[in-house]
């Protein structure tokens, strides 16, 4: 039985958990006597859980998911699968360890290479079966690759239904804020989940185990920090002199060992995380015995079919210790055992051994089609780097060869927003396709090259990358690739606002499309020509794109089907019809989270934040912000759909940190030079530096993006920026396209325009008309509305302009919140003292939050000098002492927090 120290109320979350998932109807599970139990423990209705077990390496995660087996294995099924530290990590690797030991239709999902959608249901069938609860462990989830990730998300937004516990188990100090995990942790749902942060043992801990050792606690906790493995380490030498590391205490552990059994742990020193039994055998022939000692030794476990180090850290202590030549010579060992396998083995491990063997040839061999496997689940990040690993040998492929592997490294790159590397690597395959002659694959490139040009902000490149298609294309003949070339050209120019254009091309590219049967390239063209037809107000487009949905739903083309819902309602948000726009981007939402695509996910909600704000509906506003925000996509202008919104709600409610998320949207706005993001952002700007009275630059901030507006004949961008404009006192001459409330206030008609944005349920921009362009009264009027709103900066300027026009009597409004807060806490304080009642690390807020792990220091050191503290669980003591309202009692929130 695992006996741990200081450990019950960590185990108690578990068990908790645990006891709600068999709480649910069809489960059953009980918990150990004394043991928090169903719903009342959890503090939720009964039905799954999500558990986060964080801590530094050394700390105990491992050994608490032992004791949670041990406690609950007469209860409760536990699963367990493990992320593996290698080079380049194997593509959901936990799930392939929980298949081997389940077996049934998950296995025989993996081994056929099924779509990653079947898996995964596969695996939410089998945690979810009748009976006693499962609990599935993913452990070292900081080493997880991208598919992994993605099926964590995916398990915890069905984990209540499903009534199974996921617990995750990761070191913390390695999680930072940019960590791909930490986007995955700030997106679940927040009321399924709970947190244990496990911290080293203190002084009395380790006293305890020092007696129990028979040994000097003296110095022990201040030698060791109290971190469990390394006061087990010392206890375990039996030298006087005790040694202040673990690669010290291992080595000399090791050195007490025979030549044959210190060779054997070597050799499973670098296999890493667990050896399989077989795999020692073939390596080590007769002297596979000599493991033994080293299980005798306390070096490593068995485990199974397989023995492992009893901690990473160990293994990687003696793995340090080898010399270079000794190690390649182990890995070559191993390879030559793994490549006799190979088609019971995770190419990902091959690799990992050819690389540290330094075998280029077995690298060239198994890398490219490491990467495609890690491609088809959807571990992009991992195929990349299988790419790039295979492509560093380039000159051991042929022309052909080489030209396929930096195409398909283009297109990883593009889909995980490495928009500059997949433009070099598809340039590249470009023009090897042109020195070799296969001008169809140099047109299918130079269409691809195009739109990675265009997504990396070249767009002068990008429409000469297009051009270049058709003409390589076109003397070929009809084809998908000259269909799509005509379709991407429409969109360019689509996006551009070169409305008739894209009609045309996408017109020929249907024409073509259909004569093919190809739904592929008939939806992205369809897309396209209702794009431009709604811009230009024909009805038709939504004809046209309802279409083009129906076209892809039902080939499977989830993208294409994606794209066209998005468009149908990110249009109408653009050109402010939003009783159209809001319908839409709700279904647009649904369509996306059902099929977890995260890039348009962030895109209309980015809409709908922008919708909300205009209608009145700030709170809802800044929540789509936040969950735009918050979505794990890599690169892509998308997120300035979220900045803008964000920061104007920031300038508008007097927030310091308007400027930078504005400075962000301009950043990320303008490299596209895409006028659906640049003239919100100008637009956005202009308005922040009339609040902060910068009145000589909002001209300057107008002008970004006016005369593209205008180009483009943007009814609603032109009349916001000439809005701004004429605010800043520039007449600038307006064309005849402006949206109507817009043009009746350029006209100096400021009552119609109030009554023509009142009549679109636009209350800012009402109050905004009145107050800037009204009389005295108007703007009193207006006062009330922004007051209502909340809209501080805004209110506190007409309250100056009209003082500053000689009115006396200006109501004062209303007080802002912030000293009078409790404890004198801001309200963003306030908030930050939740989450860190939660147990949540500064990097943690910081993306829960949208602000750098900088930013939350101040506002924790903050919190804890307001309440007179100096520890974060000593200010979420304080807070509920106080009466401040930051939840339950945080099981994660300690001492060493502080």
């Known amino acids: ?164 516990v996921l617990v995750v188990t990761y070191r913390d100090d390695e999680v930072g804020v940019e960590h791909p995990l930490q986007a995955v942790v700030g997106r679940l749902p927040q009321d399924a989940v709970d947190r244990v942060h496990l911290h080293p043992l203190s002084a009395a801990g380790v006293a305890e185990l020092a007696r129990r050792a028979g040994r000097s606690v003296d110095g022990l906790h201040a030698l060791t920090g109290g971190n469990p493995l390394l006061v087990t380490e010392v206890l375990a030498t039996p030298d006087a002199a005790v040694p202040v590391t673990v690669r010290d205490l291992v080595l000399a552990r090791l050195a007490t060992l025979s030549p044959r059994a210190q060779d054997a742990v070597r050799l499973a020193a670098v296999v890493p995380t667990r050896a399989e039994l077989w795999l020692l055998e073939r390596a080590l022939g007769d002297a596979v015995t000599d493991v033994d000692d080293g299980v005798a030794a306390g070096l490593l476990v068995a485990d199974g079919d397989a023995v492992r180090f009893r901690h990473e850290l160990l293994r990687r202590a003696v793995e340090g210790a080898l010399s270079a030549v000794a190690r390649r010579r182990l890995n070559r060992q191993v390879l030559a055992v793994l490549a006799e396998a190979v088609e019971e083995v995770d190419l990902a491990r091959l690799v990992h051994h050819a690389r540290q063997a330094h075998d280029v040839d077995a690298v060239c061999l198994y890398a ?144 073509l499309a259909e004569r093919l049967g190809d739904r592929h390239t008939l939806s992205h063209a369809l897309t396209n020509i209702g794009s431009a037809r709604l811009h230009l107000r024909d009805p038709a487009g939504v004809d046209d794109l309802e279409r083009a949905f129906a076209v892809a739903d039902e080939a499977g083309l989830a993208d294409d089907a994606a794209r066209a819902l998005a468009n149908l309602s990110t249009i109408p948000s653009e050109l402010r019809d939003a009783d159209f726009a809001l319908p839409a981007l709700d279904r647009g939402l649904a369509y996306m989270r059902a099929h977890e695509l995260t890039g348009y996910l962030q895109h209309l909600l980015g809409h709908r934040a922008r919708v909300r704000l205009e209608t009145g509906d700030w709170p809802g506003a800044e929540a789509d912000a936040r969950a735009s925000l918050a979505e794990p996509t890599a690169g892509g202008a998308q997120k300035v759909d979220a900045l803008v919104p964000l920061g104007l709600l920031q300038a508008r409610r007097g927030d310091p940190e308007a400027a930078a998320t504005l400075a962000a949207a301009l ?142 009597a200006v109501p004062r409004g209303p007080i802002r919140a912030t000293a009078a807060g409790p404890a004198g806490l801001t309200p963003r304080q306030v908030e930050v003292l939740r989450l860190v009642a939660e147990g949540l690390t500064d990097a943690e807020i910081a993306a829960r939050l949208l602000l750098s792990p900088k ?44």
């Not at 070799?436 to 990008?462: C, D, I, Q, V």
């Not at 070339?485 to 070169?498: E, I, K, V």
């Not at 910068?694 to 004949?713: I, L, N």
């Open 1 to 164: 039985m695992t006996d741990l120290l200081e450990r019950a109320d960590a185990l108690a979350v578990l068990s908790a958990a645990v006891a709600s998932a068999g709480a649910r109807p069809g489960t059953t599970a009980g918990g150990p006597a004394g043991a928090p139990s169903g719903a009342a423990a959890a503090g939720t209705a009964p039905g799954g859980r999500v558990v986060l077990v964080r801590g530094e390496a050394g700390v105990g995660k491992s050994s608490l998911v032992r004791a949670l087996a041990e406690t609950h294995g007469d209860r409760a099924r536990v699963l367990v699968g493990a992320c593996d530290p290698l080079l380049t990590p194997r593509a959901l690797g936990p799930l392939h360890d929980v298949a081997r030991e389940v077996g049934g239709p998950l296995a025989a999902l993996l081994d056929e290479g099924a779509p990653r959608e079947q898996v995964f249901t596969a695996l939410l069938d089998e945690v979810s079966r009748p009976g006693p609860p499962t609990v599935l462990v993913v452990e070292d989830a900081h080493w997880a690759d991208e598919a992994t990730l993605d099926l964590l998300l995916f398990l915890a937004r069905r984990i209540v239904r499903a009534g199974a």
């Open 368 to 511: 490219p089609e490491a990467a495609r496997r890690a491609a088809a689940v959807g571990s992009h990040r991992e195929a990349i780097g299988h790419y790039r690993v295979a492509l560093e040998h380039a000159d051991r492929f042929e022309a052909p060869t080489r030209a396929d592997l930096l195409e398909s490294l283009s297109i990883e790159c593009y889909l995980t927003g490495r928009s500059a590397e997949a433009v070099a690597a598809r340039s590249e395959a470009v023009l090897l396709r042109e020195a070799l002659g296969e001008e169809e694959r140099t047109g299918a490139g130079l269409r691809w090259l195009s739109r990675m040009r265009w997504w990396n902000g070249e767009r002068a490149a990008a429409e000469e990358a297009a051009a270049r298609a058709i003409e390589v294309l076109e003397p070929l003949g009809p084809s998908h690739d000259l269909a799509m070339a005509y379709s991407n050209r429409s969109q360019l120019d689509m996006l551009a606002h070169r409305l008739d254009s894209a009609i045309a091309w996408a017109n020929r590219a249907i024409d």
């Open 667 to 808: 950043d990320s706005g303008f490299a596209t030079e895409e006028l659906q993001w640049t003239a919100p952002v100008a637009a956005a700007r202009a308005e922040l530096a009339w609040l902060e009275g910068r009145d000589a630059d909002v001209a300057a901030e107008a002008r970004r993006s006016y005369r593209s507006a205008c180009d483009a004949r943007h009814s609603w961008f032109v009349g916001e920026l000439a809005f701004w404009l004429r605010v800043a006192g520039e007449r600038e001459e307006v064309p005849d396209v402006v949206a109507a409330p817009w043009a009746a206030v350029l006209a100096g008609d400021w009552r119609a325009s109030a009554e023509l944005f009142a009549a679109k349920g636009f209350v800012y921009q009402r109050a905004l008309v009145l107050a800037v362009a009204g009389d005295d009264d108007a703007r009193l009027a207006a006062l009330d509305v922004l007051d209502g709103l909340g809209a501080r900066a805004t209110a506190l300027r007409v309250r100056r302009d009209l003082r500053r026009g000689g009115r006396r």
């Open 855 to 898: 930013t939350v220091g101040h506002h924790v050191s903050a919190v804890l000098a307001k309440l007179g503290v100096a520890s974060r669980r000593e200010a979420a003591d304080e807070a509920r002492r106080r009466g401040i309202d930051v939840g339950g009692v945080g099981a994660g929130v300690g001492p060493a927090d502080g």
